[in-house]
């Protein structure tokens, strides 16, 4: 693992480096051959421009030749004139000479001449320079005769060129040939520096042309024209306008003798190297060109800059390489961590599907009717895995038919409004029962709010939903038979108060008839009649309030208790009656009229059952956390514990009906009104005299 | 005054009747009295139709609210949508101060009300208003 994580970058590096040497090589190779390029124009041109310049000079000779031919009796001065106009101000050529051939007959002739042109003490002289005498005898003589510019060359006016070995087979050469022939380099007899200088001869015949054969050159040989050239000054002037970073070696080839240049120059022989041969004028000359140590061919900057470059870019590349390499190291070992994490989760949803008692359903696409159910979803219907084929189309066709419209209904909306899909229908077991489940589901979306799938499951709850379903049933039942009760109760004594109405007024209008006229007994009668009638009326009346109660408002208001009690303890005339009644009450959030009546139904069953002349009824009041609890107490007789149950039905006193007026109905209108807003009520045991009556309310806020 | 005036008794219990006549009569009113059956009867002794002799002159309705046919409510009913009859002067008769019927009655824009249990009283309450009410439709005086 560690090995492989750096391979790939070594790799890299490696082929970086041979890319930036194989690179390098390249850019210097290509930079060499430029370079020796280059400096091949540069030489060649070097070359060629040294060759015309020699040719420039023989241009000039020939000229000078030309004039020669052309000129009888020819003057020294027509001669220098001449010259000064071919040399103009050509540095390099020391000088242009006329050398006449002179025979040893006329010697004295052309020395008196030359005389009488103002070269005085004019003489063919011979031996070494700056120690010349005149000339011993020669057949012939070749005197220097004429020479332009004079100044400078004095030395050598006079000098017979046939009495120096090396100048006279030149001579001879040139005569021979009819050509220009050039000498090898030689010492000048001017010259102050160490350049060489050379002599260009050129043959001079009679008539000016050059006769064919050798003998008749000879004989017709009238001198030579002659320009002695500065070597040196000439290819200086020649390549002054070419690069000087070239080093330049003539030699001359018969005799190896240098005419230019330093031979101590180092030449680096893997370096360039241009040689030459120039053959001119009869000579041939080797010229090399080098460049000057230093210059030349070296891998130059940008050679390395390239290989640098690349050097560098190829680190840089590897160390990119290795970070991607850890980068996708770490990345595989998430990948790895999150695979396990995926797995897990996997497992435990399908050990969850195993052994859940739901039945799951995948609805794998929903623009498919294909499904995944799980094998508790087939076992709650009765069915074997795998037995009949998951799809949408089997469910629906599974569904009891009172149930698809609804099913579909919720299922549209959960896909298009996201609704909360959760729904009791019936799916026909194996069996061809119905049985009832509670299915539920969640679809995922795309980001479009395109329904893409949808999970869910069915959960059977056959049991529970037929138990509410007879539970409802017995809920409506009684609901029904109360409400008949009620309209019993209210029918019953509405329509029993009318014609006990007429009996009440028929037995008053007796009375009223036979008024005096009663005996004892009669009249006797007459008052249990009208108590009978009396006590009826009553029994309609507590009947037809117990069946009306609670009905109408259930609104709560704010409703202050010691204004309401004491309003009651004034109808009820109590202090008129003896009772004190204390209270120290709230204000609270209630129905006003249901504690109205239950206050005062209570209140009045304390006065109406109390046994002595005056008596004290204390109401409390408590609030607890969920309900108000209110308590009555009085210091009456109190009830007998084994009638405490009794008290709260209809009809029912305690006492009889001669002594206390009652219908029997107020404990139990009490009870039917707080019972009827989830109120209880119930009489307090550790009461030890007298009654307590307790209710509670729940409070409304 | 009271001559000129006759009262229509519009009551299906004979004991009732028979109390309202009491009342009357310890009250010495000896006012013209019609009886009707039930509302349909009433109506038909105000128009005059199905051969029955027309009330004449000014007179009240005392109106009992259960009878069979047409019931007192709906007898209000069809009195206030008649332009003639609509400013008819009624008195709803209740067993009981039965709220409903009277909020019911109220809403039909009915004189008052009598208590047939205790008719004496309730009927010179009634009377006492009816003489305002006679004043007001300026009947003879006398």
């Known amino acids: 693992m560690r090995f492989k994580l750096y391979l790939t970058p070594i790799i890299s590096l490696l082929v970086g480096i041979t890319c930036a040497i194989l690179l390098f090589i390249f850019v210097s190779s290509s930079q060499k051959a430029e370079q020796a390029g280059v400096f091949h124009r540069q030489a060649n041109s070097y070359f060629k421009t040294i060759e015309s310049a020699l040719h420039s000079s023989r241009g000039l000779l020939v000229s000078l030749k030309s004039f020669i031919e052309n000129s009888d009796n020819l003057s020294k001065d027509r001669f220098d004139k001449y010259s000064k106009a071919l040399l103009k101000d050509r540095k390099y050529v020391q000088a242009m000479e006329w050398i006449p051939k002179v025979s040893?007959?006329?010697?004295?002739?052309?020395?008196?001449?030359?005389?009488?042109?103002?070269?005085?003490?004019?003489?063919?002289?011979?031996?070494?320079?700056?120690?010349?005498?005149?000339?011993?005898?020669?057949?012939?003589?070749?005197?220097?005769?004429?020479?332009?510019?004079?100044?400078?060359?004095?030395?050598?006016?006079?000098?017979?060129?046939?009495?120096?070995?090396?100048?006279?087979?030149?001579?001879?050469?040139?005569?021979?040939?009819?050509?220009?022939?050039?000498?090898?380099?030689?010492?000048?007899?001017?010259?102050?520096?160490?350049?060489s200088g050379v002599l260009i001869f050129y043959p001079v015949f009679k008539g000016g042309v050059v006769p064919a054969a050798i003998e008749e050159r000879?004989?017709?040989?009238?001198?030579?024209?002659?320009?002695?050239?500065?070597?040196?000054?000439?290819?200086?002037?020649?390549?002054?306008?070419?690069?000087?970073?070239?080093?330049?070696?003539?030699?001359?080839?018969?005799?190896?003798?240098?005419?230019?240049?330093?031979?101590?120059?180092?030449?680096?022989?893997?370096?360039?190297?241009?040689?030459?041969?120039?053959?001119?004028?009869?000579?041939?000359?080797?010229?090399?060109?080098?460049?000057?140590?230093?210059?030349?061919?070296?891998?130059?900057?940008?050679?390395?800059?390239?290989?640098?470059?690349?050097?560098?870019?190829?680190?840089?590349?590897?160390?990119?390489?290795?970070?991607?390499?850890?980068?996708?190291?770490?990345?595989?070992?998430?990948?790895?961590?999150?695979?396990?994490?995926?797995?897990?989760?996997?497992?435990?949803?399908?050990?969850?599907?195993?052994?859940?008692?739901?039945?799951?359903?995948?609805?794998?696409?929903?623009?498919?009717?294909?499904?995944?159910?799980?094998?508790?979803?087939?076992?709650?219907?009765?069915?074997?895995?795998?037995?009949?084929?998951?799809?949408?189309?089997?469910?629906?066709?599974?569904?009891?038919?009172?149930?698809?419209?609804?099913?579909?209904?919720?299922?549209?909306?959960?896909?298009?409004?996201?609704?909360?899909?959760?729904?009791?229908?019936?799916?026909?077991?194996?069996?061809?029962?119905?049985?009832?489940?509670?299915?539920?589901?969640?679809?995922?979306?795309?980001?479009?709010?395109?329904?893409?799938?949808?999970?869910?499951?069915?959960?059977?709850?056959?049991?529970?939903?037929?138990?509410?379903?007879?539970?409802?049933?017995?809920?409506?039942?009684?609901?029904?038979?109360?409400?008949d009760l009620e309209q019993f109760a209210y029918v019953a004594s509405h329509d029993l108060k009318a014609p006990l109405r007429g009996i009440s007024n028929l037995a008053q209008w007796i009375e009223e008839n036979m008024a005096g006229k009663m005996d004892p007994e009669t009249d006797s009668y007459m008052q249990l009649l009208k108590g009978g009638i009396s006590r009826l009326e009553n029994l309609l009346a507590g009947l037809l309030q117990y069946s009306r109660a609670g009905v109408g408002e259930s609104r709560t208001e704010s409703v202050d208790l010691n204004l309401l009690t004491g309003n009651i303890a004034d109808l009820l005339c109590a202090e008129q009656l003896g009772f004190v009644i204390n209270f120290d009450l709230p204000c609270i959030q209630v129905q006003r009229s249901l504690i109205n009546q239950v206050l005062q139904n209570l209140i009045n069953n304390s006065i109406k059952h109390h046994l002595g002349d005056s008596g004290q009824i204390d109401i409390g009041y408590q609030r607890l956390a969920s309900e108000h609890v209110f308590s009555v107490t009085d210091d009456g007789p109190g009830i007998d514990p084994q009638m405490s149950d009794k008290v709260f039905q209809m009809f029912q006193t305690l006492r009889p009906r001669d002594e206390v007026e009652g219908s029997g109905m107020g404990l139990a209108i009490v009870k039917k009104l707080i019972e009827r807003c989830n109120g209880k009520v119930w009489i307090d045991r550790e009461q030890q005299q007298g009654c307590c009556i307790k209710f509670s309310l729940p409070i409304d806020d | 005054m009271r001559k000129e005036a006759q009262i229509l008794l519009v009551e299906d219990d004979d004991i009732d009747i028979m109390g309202i006549k009491r009342a009357l009569k310890s009250l010495k009113i000896a006012n013209n009295l019609h009886i009707a059956k039930d509302g349909i009867q009433a109506l038909e002794i105000i128009r005059g139709d199905n051969g029955q002799q027309k009330i004449q002159g000014p007179f009240i309705v005392l109106l009992d609210l259960n009878m069979p046919r047409m019931g007192g409510l709906e007898f209000l009913d069809v009195i206030r949508n008649d332009a003639q009859l609509k400013s008819t002067v009624i008195f709803v008769m209740t067993t009981s101060s039965d709220e409903q019927d009277i909020c019911a009655a109220y809403s039909k824009n009915i004189a008052g009300y009598i208590v047939k249990s205790n008719a004496e009283e309730s009927f010179l309450q009634a009377l006492g208003l009816l003489e305002h009410y006679w004043r007001g439709i300026e009947l003879p005086t006398g």
């Not at chain 1, 011979?126 to 004429?146: D, E």
């Not at chain 1, 190896?256 to 053959?279: A, C, M, R, V």
């Not at chain 1, 329904?451 to 069915?458: A, T, Y």
Request: hydrophobic share 35%; aromatic share 10%.
């Open chain 1, 104 to 195: 040893n007959d006329k010697r004295s002739f052309y020395e008196q001449l030359a005389q009488s042109q103002g070269l005085n003490n004019y003489q063919i002289k011979q031996g070494k320079f700056g120690n010349l005498k005149p000339a011993s005898f020669r057949p012939q003589y070749y005197p220097v005769y004429y020479v332009y510019p004079l100044t400078g060359n004095e030395s050598a006016v006079g000098y017979d060129l046939g009495s120096n070995q090396a100048r006279l087979s030149a001579l001879q050469a040139a005569m021979d040939t009819g050509k220009a022939v050039m000498t090898a380099g030689i010492k000048l007899v001017q010259e102050t520096s160490s350049q």
């Open chain 1, 218 to 483: 000879r004989r017709k040989l009238l001198g030579f024209a002659l320009i002695v050239l500065r070597v040196g000054d000439l290819i200086d002037h020649a390549s002054a306008k070419l690069p000087q970073q070239l080093a330049l070696l003539i030699t001359d080839k018969e005799d190896n003798q240098s005419l230019y240049g330093d031979h101590n120059t180092k030449i680096n022989k893997h370096n360039l190297h241009f040689q030459s041969n120039l053959s001119f004028a009869q000579r041939n000359w080797e010229v090399s060109v080098t460049p000057f140590a230093g210059e030349g061919l070296h891998p130059q900057l940008s050679a390395w800059l390239t290989a640098v470059g690349a050097l560098i870019i190829s680190v840089l590349s590897s160390l990119h390489l290795l970070q991607l390499n850890r980068s996708h190291r770490q990345i595989s070992l998430e990948v790895a961590r999150q695979t396990k994490a995926l797995r897990l989760s996997e497992q435990r949803f399908s050990l969850a599907v195993e052994g859940s008692s739901v039945g799951i359903w995948d609805w794998i696409d929903v623009d498919e009717s294909t499904e995944y159910w799980s094998a508790q979803f087939y076992h709650l219907l009765g069915y074997k895995n795998l037995e009949i084929k998951a799809s949408k189309q089997n469910f629906v066709r599974l569904l009891h038919p009172n149930d698809r419209k609804p099913a579909a209904h919720l299922l549209q909306r959960h896909l298009t409004e996201r609704c909360h899909f959760e729904i009791e229908y019936r799916i026909q077991h194996k069996s061809g029962e119905y049985l009832w489940f509670l299915g539920s589901g969640q679809a995922a979306w795309d980001a479009q709010g395109k329904p893409l799938r949808m999970v869910g499951s069915i959960q059977k709850i056959h049991r529970r939903k037929m138990a509410e379903i007879a539970i409802n049933r017995y809920a409506e039942d009684l609901q029904r038979s109360n409400q």
